[in-house]
């Protein structure tokens, strides 16, 4: 325990104080300063001290922390590392940071180190620390709370009051204020070092000068720009350095000095520097430096080169002025010519501008800046011969589009320039010294190439040559415009022409709605007024077309319907009310790649086809209906040629359609009465290819010919023959008979002829006869009337053919012709046969009657049975006058007879041989003949076995 006087105590802190403040103001490296002044207040005043420092981002950082003994160090440093006070919210220093107030613990023994204690561990731990008395101070400079120093006291025993907390709390305020400075220091130290390198390093030149003009300090950038190193230019007056530009810069940095005021933007020009063209650019700005009172101790400048950009700039505008200037003109050559005078004079002298034709090419502008020389160049070649013999340079120019920078004219260029056929001395005399050769390439073609001079030597660069094929670009864009659009208006007129000329009615709508395109045909089918035409509006013409439908409500939805559906194409029928038909095709336009660019309408009046169609189909009908008709009916042209055959004309001559239309009827038709025919038939004989036919023809004219129709008559015909042969031959054979009696009659009847008694016999034989005969003749006529009609039947039985032939045989032998023999052959007993046996007696006896009638030499008529094989074969046999072969079948046919006129005096109706056929088929037989003319005939049939 330290005794002090109240007096000696104050002294004794004042002088503590003012060693802390010269501690503290000894440097500005302040962690080191804080552990001094540990060192100052430990153990003078506290047995330990701890610093904490309070970080930018709230957290805390132990700068010092000292204990009078070693070993206690360590045991405190321990308890501030497991227990460090910023988890800890009871710890003095925590409460501190928050309420901003010193503390003070006069005696920390028991309560004060139990409220900052975490747990019991802690507890110890202070414990052995033997903690007595405590004291935290915050660090606070500008309002701003930078940490806490702690003062503790332990083994001492020593404890703080309340001056020890104020001489400590004056003590931090001294530490803070010293801190606070030496935070600030070394801000502005890193800030200057910073400032400096940007200054060094700036890509723009920074300098400042005295008030003499003198160089203080310029950066590298600036440094560079005047070709000097940096520390070259310190203590140069400005006229030295850029001798150049002082007479224009000095005037600027007077003008600064004096008013003070900044001069901001200079822009400056160095002509002098390199060759035209080639002109260097400055943007600068100056500012006064101040002193400490502000007075203006000097010149601040920032200079920035900004050639680069001034150029790019003027390139830029070069390009743009080109390019709408070509872009106005869609005629070639006069953009061409455009294209010589942009280049004239701005990055050339002289300028030729060729396009390639083939193996040649030819001149269509060029330009001299000198008018003189422009005529001069007016004189060179305007073609020269781009064939294989030409320089390869020149050839790759023009086949593959290489651009070419002669940057002097070396003498393989002038050689080649001369073997294109250019003179030597006119090109000296234009004087093109440094040259670019550039092509206009347009899709990989080469459509010309552009030559630029200039007569100071290596003027061209890169980057000249990058600008004029930039320039190039731009004229093969606007010369392929010009094409393209002389292309598309080409084709926009064939387009246009075609659509006009088309009989269809066109429209093209727009995605819009809009009517893109339409022909004059698509307005007159439509029948549109000219408003709506000119409206351009699809709903305005749909609107209108609607009105000429016959059913416009269907006609709209299904328009709505196909505008819904772009990806299908439609064909129909429109039907109009007045009448016509519109045939109506729909399509979606698409471009290249499938987008949709609106719809076609195609419309094309098919009113005349479908009534063409409609006549076609009822000629079809009608030519249908020829062929199934049963007459023959031809059509023979105005021209004479056989127009039309159908299948029954073909059917009934036998003359195929083939054989006969597209010839001439004249000679096709030979024997045709085709003159003769009219309306009323005219029957004529055909010779057909089954014999003779009788045709019927009647004709009637029609406006391109004659239609002819004919019908096979023979039938009719033959019956009509029939019936007058029958006539002819009925009444020839009933009046010899009748002729016969009545002459008998007579005979008997005469009074004054007294006839003897056998006389009288004899006539009444004669009408008796004559009368059987006749009775015979009726009775054949009503038999093959009955067969005929059908109303004859025969019942089939049993009969004995050999008795039925001798019966047969025995009445014909009653009046047998002297010469003329009858013999039976028939097996005996006879063989009975299924037959109606009256039937069967009258065919023999019309075989046997005939046997002898057709022989009229005599000789022997045989009638032969012969018992088959189940049936019973009779043949009648004579060897008479025999048959011709082509009449053998006619012979069985109703009234046919051989010889119809009796030459030679054998009569008969026709009618024996028909009846007998007759009657033969309806028991089961057939009759047959084998005859040879002059040798006689056999008749013959079969009958089954009863
Ligand atoms: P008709 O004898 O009354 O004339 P038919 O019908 O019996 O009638 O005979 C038809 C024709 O056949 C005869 O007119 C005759 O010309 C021929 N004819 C029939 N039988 C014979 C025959 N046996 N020999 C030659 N001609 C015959």
Redesign the pocket.
Known sequence: MHEFTEERQAEERLRFLAEASTLLSASLDYEATLADLAKLLVPRLADYCIVDALDEDGGLRQVVISHRNPESEELLREVRRRYPPEENDAHPVSEVLRSGKPFLAEDARDEAIRRAAVDEEHLALYRRLEATSYIVVPLEARGRLLGTISLGTGESRRRFGPLDLELTHEIARRAAQAIDNAILFRAAQESYAQLDTLLVSAPVGIGFWDRDLRFVRVNDALAALNRLSPEEHVGKPLAEVIPELAPHLEPLYRRVLATGEPVVHEESTDEAIAGPGDARHWLSSYYPVRGADGETTGVGGVIMEITGQKRADARLRLLAEAGELFSSSLDRDEILKRISRVVVPRIADACNIYVANGDTIERVAHANADPELERLMDSMPDRYDLGPSAPPAFRALFLSGEAMLAPEPTPELVAALDQMGLDRELFAKVGSRSMMFVPFVSRGETLGVMTLGSREPDRYRESDLELALELARRASAALDNARLVRELTYRRTLLEAQQESSLDGLLVVSTEGRMLSYNRRFAELWRLSDEVIASESDDAALAQATQRVADPEAFIERVKYLYAHPDETSREEVQLKDGRVLDRYGAAVRGPDGEYFGWLWSFRDVTDQKQAEAELRRRAQAAQALEFVGDGVFLVGSEGMIRLWNPAAARITGLMESDVVGKPAESTLGGWPLDQASERPHTFPFDGQRGELWLSLTAAEFPHGTVYAFRDLTEERAVEQLSSDFVSTVSHELRTPLAAIYGAAMTLRREDVVLGHEQEASMLEVIAGESERLARIVNDILLASRLDSGAATVSIGRADATEVARGVLAAAELHLPADVELVLSAPEPGPQVAADADGLRQVLV??V???V???PNGGCVELELEQLDGRVRFA?R?R????PASEQER??EKF?????NLSRG???????????RELLRRMGGRIRVE?EPGY??T?SFELPLA
Do not use: A, C, H, Q
């Open positions: 019309n075989l009657e005939n046997g009638k057709y022989s009648v004579d008479g006058l025999g048959i012979i069985f046919f007879r051989l010889d119809p054998v009569g008969g109706t026709g009618l024996g041989l028909y009846i007998s005859s006689g005939s008749f």
